[in-house]
């Protein structure tokens, strides 16, 4: 799995740079490498912009405050040894309010990284669950997962400046509306690309929880009471945090039919998904309907079975 999620990822990369360059290609034969420039520099510093100012953005919204460590001191003990086993800079650790349950990671790079986790998490999870939660997190930050979906937003970005553009050109109507609608096709398609480069990170990140020592029975636990916990809150907290599904650990808003489709592997009803119920996702298939292989299309996280899954075969 591990290799074939490598293989997805450099694929992907190279159909998106595969794109740009088509682009690159047809815009300069039509108009020269100047309008082109013009666009792709307007894109990146909208891009910048989001960059600089993002994880403000993300402290506001979120109402996260942050930590010392004689505040929340088993967060700074599990969050410290975690991003020592991954080689990086001790993360900056915040609480959030929030009572749904779920945590996320943010910052501008590797050594500015951020964790933080909602007042709902620590109440429900366990000490394994929320090691575990925390190695997701921490492997994100490690994997430079923020720094990447934020480059490949870039390439929609441009493609919709150059839609707009030329599909209201007032030269050569026709090319220029060709072109336009070129540009719009390669725009919606390339969003799709980003949130699929989004959901192969997930698998990135599960995989690199359970390298950093969790169990892969422990992130499916604590996954399990996440899509509970999100299941049960309001359509006011859900809508709260929509714009910034990307972030967390799991989507909230597909919460209430996630946790329909996870009950049954709750065996003994106990609330949680041990060793021996994760071992027989293993052993079973995992069989999606038409209509959530579609919805996954949209999505920015793995749907939960198939996360499941794969997190069985890491054990």
């Known amino acids: 799995m591990s290799m074939w999620l490598q293989v997805r990822m450099y694929m992907l990369l190279g159909v998106m740079f595969a794109i740009i360059y088509a682009m690159i290609v047809i815009v300069g034969w039509y108009t020269g ?4 420039l013009v666009f792709g520099a307007i894109a990146i510093v909208f891009i ?7 994880p403000k953005m993300v402290e506001l919204s979120m109402r996260v405050k942050y930590v010392s460590e004689k505040e929340e001191p ?8 975690l991003a020592r086993k991954s080689g990086i800079r001790k993360p900056r650790i915040g609480v959030s309010e929030l009572r749904i349950p779920n945590a996320f990671a943010f910052g501008r790079s590797k050594g500015d990284g951020r964790v933080c986790v909602t007042r709902g998490i620590l109440e429900l999870l366990d000490e394994d669950e929320l090691k575990a939660v925390l190695g997701h997190e921490i492997s994100h930050i490690a994997n430079r997962d923020v720094t990447m979906i ?3 937003s870039v390439i929609p970005m441009i493609c919709w400046f150059l839609a707009w553009n030329f599909m209201f050109s007032s030269r050569n109507r026709g090319g220029a509306a060709f072109i336009g609608l070129f540009a719009f096709l390669l725009y919606f398609i390339t969003n799709l690309l980003v949130l699929y480069a989004s959901r192969i990170r997930e698998y990135y990140a599960d995989r690199g929880s359970v390298k950093l020592g969790s169990e892969p029975h422990s992130l499916a636990s604590a996954l399990y009471k996440l899509v ?13 945090m929509e714009g910034y599904k990307a972030f967390f650990l799991n989507d909230p808003s597909n919460a209430a039919r996630e ?6 592997l709750d065996r003994d009803m106990s609330g949680t998904i041990d060793r021996n119920e994760l071992e027989s996702v293993r052993e079973g298939k995992v069989k ?17 079975l198939k996360r ?8």
């Open 33 to 36: 490498m100047g309008n082109f």
């Open 48 to 54: 910048l912009i989001q960059y600089m100012i993002g």
């Open 74 to 81: 088993r967060l700074h003990r599990m969050v410290s040894e």
């Open 150 to 152: 934020t480059m490949l």
């Open 228 to 240: 509970y916990g999100s299941a049960k809150a309001g359509r006011n907290e859900l809508k709260q």
């Open 259 to 264: 946790f329909s489709e996870l009950k049954s």
């Open 288 to 304: 999606l309907g038409f209509g959530d292989r579609v919805m996954e299309i949209w999505t920015t996280h793995p749907n939960m």
């Open 308 to 315: 499941i899954r794969h997190l069985s075969e890491l054990g």
